[in-house]
């Protein structure tokens, strides 16, 4: 006869082989291709319950069979809302149906918005960032003018220099696409003292003229103002002719519309002959461009003057950056953004499409509604999609900001993880560190864990890509630590391979490691095939990890049964394999009638043991087993070899007879532990 030793260590250093004979019995694969071609097709809870075949294959996989018959039970399970702690699903001591239930997106699956609450603080970050920096900018502009406008010794050469050219427009109010460089260089040269110079002679003597017709265009308003209501004010009069009233009325008002502007037209050019007059008089160079011997570009006076005027051009940016203004747009955003519901409500709405765009450090008085529509209209998982094109990382932080489709619809956000899988992985860390830290250490151990658990959220957010991600050593480090895998033996260029497998491919380099876990991770996230951030196709209630965790889940279950046939000693091994990196506490081993059978076994506790109060078997459990070393694989093979051998030795070796009564602890039998045990756990779990 085959002992359970050598039965279960045959399987376990075979384990993949083992999986792929039972992914290849007939039954088995029937059964998976089914489920692969139909889980698609799924709409809600019902279609899935409705469905024989699909709802007992995703029991069978978590380990329910036996509550396949509870359908209005399972329907509160899979209905419960995972993130909230006193749900349904999280209110039950079985760890199964919460691992059931986080299996489909039926309830908690993101709702398209136009921004998450991630988005929406990144963008105030942004928006806060981008202002101060364009203060900074300012200062650094004023600093650089300061230190090298007396190192000028022509006008060209001010010219010639970008950033010194650009300082001294702005300050005078300067619009470089209406003026030839030309004209202002002989600006820059003239004497406005001198009668003869350029701009007297070109510029200033225009004043007496515009100043007239500015004049003349003043009293035509006030007398076509007064037309306007002798005219509306003859329409209330007897035997009035109303409607050749209403026609002068229209004319007049025609009159008046020309007329202011062309008030505005004749004060913007006074105001830019002004500007010319003192940006002559602002600087020293001679007719020639030159400056005299001994005589800088500018007297101090007038560097101070044109600094000051550079900072009144910009006062829109330095009121912007005010601490009052700033937290005034912050508020009217927060508001704002929760009713946007369109692309076009978006562009309509001041308060979100001003400081969007003010976040990335665009101008939403130059830039176009078109175009940032189609921005927020590309597809950023394409490379070749609008947004890209335009060469500009200001619209691409804009597009990656909101969520809108190719057709301005609300949409999903787009992240490197689900929400979902975040907390998951961030409660596995903790969960992970503190099974390595001593009683006394607990409480230090904890704070620093929920500390590395929050900047984990935090970071997750702005990942855009796997190797983004990968460069982060610290945050690969963290996945690493809460799927029970020691960091010092992962390399970063094994991570690589791994991300860059293709999962759907059973002979990818991920599929066909020993150990199934670093192709979890990898499916936890949301890359696409080039390895950037992509809005995964769901299989129906499944993203891809959920619905490989269900076949694999049904693989290993399938083996485990079919061993458990022959020998319930090797199933009940196998099974507390697969469970005990889940293992936090002697509670959870006590509150599974299977783990419970295992650990009474391997000490050879007798089961009357089941019988006792539950915080005294709890101090046996602990007395006998650490349960940090359930984390380290070595240690489990180690404890389940003493098992085995335990389990022979309580069985007499006798394996191949009918169905052992361990089978019951698989089936919601009472045999193992007693109901008062469950109960017990049930209530401390409450608390």
């Known amino acids: 006869m085959v002992t359970t030793y050598f039965s279960y260590n045959y399987i376990t250093r075979n384990l993949k082989q083992s999986l792929t004979r039972i992914e290849q019995q007939p039954d088995v694969a029937r059964e998976a291709a089914y489920y692969k071609a139909n889980i698609g097709k799924v709409k809600s809870v019902n279609d899935f319950m409705k469905d024989y075949r699909l709802y007992h ?33 999280n209110k039950l001591v079985d760890k199964r149906y919460r691992e059931f239930a986080a299996a489909f997106s039926f309830n908690g699956t993101a709702t398209p918005v136009a921004q998450s609450e991630d988005q929406t603080d990144e963008t ?41 050219r650009n300082y001294v427009y702005s300050a005078f109010g300067i619009d470089e696409s209406k003026w030839p460089r030309d004209t202002i260089s002989q600006v820059l040269r003239s004497d406005p003292s001198d009668p003869n110079s350029y701009v007297n002679t070109t510029f200033a003597s ?86 005299p011997s001994g005589v800088s570009a500018q007297t101090a006076a007038n560097v101070t003057l044109t600094k000051q005027r550079f900072d009144d051009s910009k006062s829109a940016v330095y009121a912007a950056a005010s601490p009052l203004n700033e937290a005034l747009a912050i508020t009217q955003f927060r508001s704002a953004i929760l009713k946007v519901n ?57 597009a990656r900001a909101f969520n809108f489709d190719a057709r301005g619809n609300l949409t999903t956000p787009l992240v490197a993880q689900d929400p979902a899988e975040v907390l998951q992985i961030a409660k596995d860390y903790v969960i992970a560190v503190l099974k390595q830290a001593s009683p006394e250490q607990q409480k230090a151990v904890r704070e620093q864990a929920q500390k590395d658990a929050t900047s984990y959220q935090e970071a997750i957010a702005s990942i855009d890509s796997a190797s983004e991600l ?55 996230f949301n890359f696409d095939s080039k390895g950037n951030v992509a809005r995964l196709a769901m299989m129906g209630p499944q993203k891809q990890d959920q619905f490989r965790d269900t076949q694999a889940n049904y693989l290993e279950q399938s083996l485990e049964q079919q061993q458990g046939d022959t020998n319930p000693g090797v199933r009940l091994a196998l099974y507390f ?40 078997q709890a101090k046996f459990v602990d007395r006998f087993m650490k349960i940090k070393d359930l984390s380290d694989p070595a240690k489990v093979e180690k404890l389940l070899g003493r098992f085995s051998a335990m389990y022979d030795i309580r069985n007499s070796q006798s394996t191949g007879q009918g169905q052992s ?22 209530k401390l779990r409450s608390h």
């Open 57 to 89: 294959y995703a029991m069978k996989a978590y380990g329910l069979e036996d509550m396949a018959y509870a359908k209005a039970f399972m329907k509160k399970v899979l209905e419960s809302d995972l993130s909230d702690a006193t749900s349904f699903v």
């Open 124 to 164: 105030i970050g942004l928006y806060t960032a981008t202002k101060k920096s364009q203060v900074d900018a300012l200062a650094d502009d004023t600093n650089y003018y300061s230190a090298q406008i007396g190192n000028i010794s022509t006008a060209d050469q001010l010219l010639n220099n970008d950033r010194l």
């Open 206 to 291: 225009q004043l007496p003229g515009l100043n007239a017709q500015l004049a003349q265009a003043k009293s035509d308003v006030s007398a076509t103002n007064t037309k306007i209501a002798d005219y509306s004010a003859q329409l209330s009069q007897p035997g009035a002719d109303v409607p050749q009233l209403k026609v002068q009325i229209l004319v007049e008002k025609y009159h008046l519309e020309s007329y202011t502007k062309s008030i505005s037209s004749l004060n913007d050019q006074i105001a830019t002959i002004g500007e010319f007059v003192d940006l002559a008089g602002a600087f020293e160079f001679s007719p020639d461009g030159s400056l």
């Open 342 to 398: 369109s692309l076009q409500a978006f562009v309509s709405t001041p308060a979100v499409y001003n400081f969007a765009l003010g976040a990335v450090g665009l101008d939403p008085g130059t830039v176009s509604q078109a175009t940032v529509k189609a921005v927020l209209e590309s597809d950023l998982s394409d490379l070749k999609s609008y947004v890209y094109t335009l060469k500009d990382d200001r619209y691409v932080k804009l």
């Open 470 to 524: 990968l460069a982060n050593r610290k945050m690969v480090d963290f996945i690493l630590v809460a799927k029970g895998l020691d960091p010092k033996k992962v390399s970063t260029d094994y991570l690589k391979k791994i991300f860059a497998s293709d999962l759907n491919n059973p002979k990818s380099f991920a599929n066909t490691q020993s150990d199934p876990r670093f192709a979890e991770i990898a499916s936890s």
């Open 577 to 616: 394999k697969r469970k005990a990196g889940e293992i936090t506490s002697a509670y959870d081993i006590l509150a599974d009638k299977a783990l419970s059978e295992v650990f009474r076994t391997t000490f050879n506790l007798p089961d009357s043991m089941a019988a006792m109060p539950i915080d005294q």
């Open 661 to 682: 009564p361990l089978l019951d602890l698989f089936q919601g039998a009472s045999s193992g532990v007693s109901e008062s045990t469950f109960l017990a756990i049930a």
